[in-house]
């Protein structure tokens, strides 16, 4: 997955970080470090995307699993007056 999005792959990476992300929660839990680690892979895949309302949920997973992003990066700049993003910034701090 990280390959994939590293060449700007996204769908194809997406694909990768879903089932990651299914298969830690199902073997670790919600709540396990790894899968909040997916959830912030996910979202940062899905901002890539601009799928910003499938993203925002995976970032706050992430962020509340202890994990965070760097919202500075340009690639956030079409949410940076989204509320709900400026709260997870916000949360993130």
Known sequence: AIVEAGQ???AS????????LAISQKTLGPDHSV??????????ILVGLRRYDQAIPHLQ?????GFS???TD????????DPRFLTLAAEQE
Request: no cysteine.
């Open 13 to 20: 990476a997406l694909s990768y970080f879903q089932r990651s």
């Open 35 to 44: 899968t909040a680690l997916n959830h912030i892979n996910t979202g940062k």
């Open 69 to 71: 992003f760097d919202w």
């Open 8 to 10: 700007n792959r996204y």
């Open 74 to 81: 340009r690639g956030f700049a079409p949410l940076r007056r």
């Open 61 to 65: 997973a992430g962020i509340q699993g």
